[in-house]
């Protein structure tokens, strides 16, 4: 669940074979009851369709929800407007958006690696399943809103283990404000440097070249922005963790933000990276309508509060239906202290898979990602991780070989050494049709 936009994210490989069940000879695939066009960016998997509605963020005794309830409250009460909340909650957007607004409306470069066939699910070349709630900003500020939550499911190819999974949720959140909300008690200062017309703002290069402020935004505006950013998130870190939690801020980088952080709190003698956050750009605002106002923003991941706060340990068990799991979070107060006790754990199992490449792959070409959507399509919950054992070039045929292990592990009952290896056998079948590798 790393933080997809930073600039250092190393993803950009090139895609040679685009590893999909779904078939390839179709012209249409029915995503969540609707029928879409299918191109070379087609790489949803049936695997993946069939999370979508399973809503765990809305299903009351989830733990994920429970942290989702502690944060909207939080919200509620940091805000009012006469009596009533001025924070509005979308928690029921549809996971399908076009490529416009999981990228082009954020200002996400064309040549920008989160864009990657190895990183999203594509339905087509324009639509996908959102990346990131960030999504959905542009299309509820154009409807009028100025502060809200945004809160689902988002879904990003990934490595396998205890904290990945291609599915999770987060919270998104933007705040605007403008010259009179934010300069109520400072009426003589402004939002705006003086050289930049609101109303004309496409005229207007807006830079963000200097680290501290974009160009067209004061620095007043911007630094008491960033104070109630900062002031804010330090608050629901607290309400979420208690007062003594320590924290820090450090520097990033996002697309769509200007300046930006994250924020890390100390969590079991190390720092662990909490929301990515910043002073929305002026450009994205402009273009969705209000062009008199600044605004921030910030997005968080649930599953990694969640496995913090209650002391769980591997992410599939979010998804776990089992009443030994379940019963745990149910008919709690939501501030409750919970610590998960796990059911019993049951013994992992761990088979290698070894093979050649084909000429036309190296090992640095060969798209992981697509191999461990393979696995998951086949091994399904029942693969804990997937890790890249060894590499080698052989030193005569230059052929190039990789040797993955995979650790195997029902989460509510023990998997028999003969079961296991008939998931691992039909892997392995899988991945030489898929990739034409030859096992070794
Ligand atoms: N969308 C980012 C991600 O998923 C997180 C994020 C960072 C959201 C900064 C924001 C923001 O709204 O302002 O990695």
């Known amino acids: 669940m790393k933080i997809l936009f930073r600039s250092n994210r190393l993803c950009l490989r090139f895609i040679n074979k685009n590893y999909s069940t779904a078939p390839k000879s179709l012209a ?29 963020h809305l299903k009351k005794d989830n733990p994920l929800s429970l942290v989702r309830q502690r944060i909207v409250n939080y919200f509620y009460g940091s805000f009012t ?13 549809s996971p399908i958006v076009t490529s416009r607004q999981n990228f082009d409306d954020l200002l996400i470069p064309e040549d920008h690696p989160s864009r990657a066939k190895s990183d999203c699910y594509y339905i087509n070349s324009s639509t996908l399943l959102r990346a990131h709630m960030t999504a959905h900003q542009s299309e509820l500020l154009r409807a009028g809103l100025d502060n809200f939550l ?19 949720h987060q919270v998104d959140a933007v705040r605007l404000q403008r010259k009179h909300d934010l300069f109520e008690n400072h009426p003589d200062l402004d939002i705006f440097e003086p050289s930049f017309d609101p109303w004309n703002p496409h005229a207007y290069t807006n830079s963000i070249s200097n680290p501290t402020k974009q160009s067209c935004h ?5 630094k008491l922005m960033e104070a109630q950013l900062k002031n804010h ?8 963790f208690g007062d003594d939690i320590k924290y820090r801020w450090v520097d990033a980088y996002f697309p769509f933000t200007h300046p930006s952080w994250e924020l890390e709190i100390y969590y079991e003698n190390d ?9 929305m750009r002026n450009e994205i605002l402009a273009n969705a309508g209000p062009n008199n106002s600044i605004a921030y923003a910030f997005g968080l991941g649930l599953e990694r509060l969640a496995m913090a706060l209650y002391k769980i340990p591997d992410i599939r068990l979010m998804w776990s239906t089992d009443s030994g799991f379940l019963s745990q ?13 796990p059911v019993s754990s049951y013994p992992q199992c761990t088979n290698d898979l070894s093979f050649w490449l084909p000429p036309t792959l190296t090992i640095d070409s060969f798209m992981s990602n697509d191999f461990y959507d393979l696995v998951r399509d086949i ?3 029942v693969v804990e991780q997937v890790k890249l054992k060894d590499k080698f070039v052989h030193p005569k045929t230059k052929k190039h070989s990789l040797c993955y292990s995979i650790v195997y592990r029902h989460l509510e009952r023990t998997l028999t050494q003969a079961e296991v290896n008939k998931i691992h056998d039909e892997i392995a079948r899988a991945t030489v049709n898929a990739f034409n590798v030859v096992i070794r």
């Open 28 to 56: 249409t695939v029915n995503v969540n009851g609707k029928e879409y066009r299918t191109d070379d960016y087609t790489n949803i998997t049936p695997k993946i369709t069939s999370y979508i509605n399973r809503n765990l």
């Open 81 to 93: 407007h006469g009596g009533n909340p001025s924070f509005s909650v979308y928690d029921n957007l």
């Open 150 to 168: 945004m809160i689902g499911d988002v879904y990003r190819r990934d490595e396998i283990d205890s904290t990945h999974f291609p599915v999770f």
């Open 218 to 222: 004061t620095l007043e505006a911007t």
């Open 233 to 240: 998130l330090i608050g629901m870190v607290k309400v979420l």
């Open 271 to 279: 720092w662990m990276e909490v929301l990515g956050c910043g002073i």
């Open 329 to 341: 979070f149910q008919n709690k107060d939501v501030n409750a202290s919970i610590e998960y006790k």
């Open 379 to 381: 091994g399904g919950d």
